[in-house]
C-alpha cells in the first residue's frame, strides 16, 4: 500500500527558507518515475491549490504566487520529491502536501507551514 509522508513544514519568519520533503513510501520505482509529481498547499479556509509541479524527466512548472522562490525536484531512486521554499511570506502559510499530477493517490497528512511577519 502506498503512503505519502511529507516533513520538513515548521514555523519561520517572513523572508525564511525552508525544506519540505515527501516520500512515496511503498511505491516501486517502476511506478514512481513516469508519474508527474506535485506539490499542493491548502491554507486555512481555500481549496487545495498546485503550486509546482515536477514531469519525468524532469520539467518543472509553478504557481506565479511562488515562481522564483519556490524550486521543485525529485529523486526518483529514493522515490522522494522536494520542495526549496526561500524568501517565504505570510501568505504562503498553509498544509502543504505532495501528490502525483493527477491526485490519484491517498492524500497524507501533509505538514504544517507558518509564516509570521
Known amino acids: 500500500q502506498v503512503q505519502l509522508v511529507e516533513s520538513g513544514g515548521g514555523l519561520v519568519q517572513a523572508g525564511g527558507s525552508l525544506r519540505l520533503s515527501c516520500k512515496a513510501s511503498?511505491?516501486?520505482?517502476?511506478?514512481?518515475?513516469?508519474?508527474?509529481w506535485g506539490w499542493y498547499s491548502q491554507a486555512p479556509g481555500k481549496q487545495r491549490e498546485l503550486v509546482a509541479s515536477?514531469?519525468?524527466?524532469?520539467?518543472?512548472n509553478y504557481a506565479d504566487s511562488v515562481k522564483g522562490r519556490f524550486t521543485i525536484s525529485r529523486d526518483n531512486a529514493r522515490k522522494m520529491v522536494y520542495l526549496q521554499m526561500n524568501n517565504l511570506k505570510p501568505e504562503d502559510t498553509a498544509v502543504y502536501y505532495c501528490?502525483?499530477?493527477?491526485?490519484?493517490?491517498?492524500w497524507g497528512q501533509g505538514t504544517q507551514v507558518t509564516v509570521s511577519s
Open positions: 511503498g511505491m516501486i520505482t517502476s511506478v514512481f518515475n513516469p508519474n508527474g
Open positions: 515536477v514531469t519525468s524527466p524532469s520539467n518543472t
Open positions: 501528490n502525483t499530477l493527477k491526485g490519484s493517490l491517498d
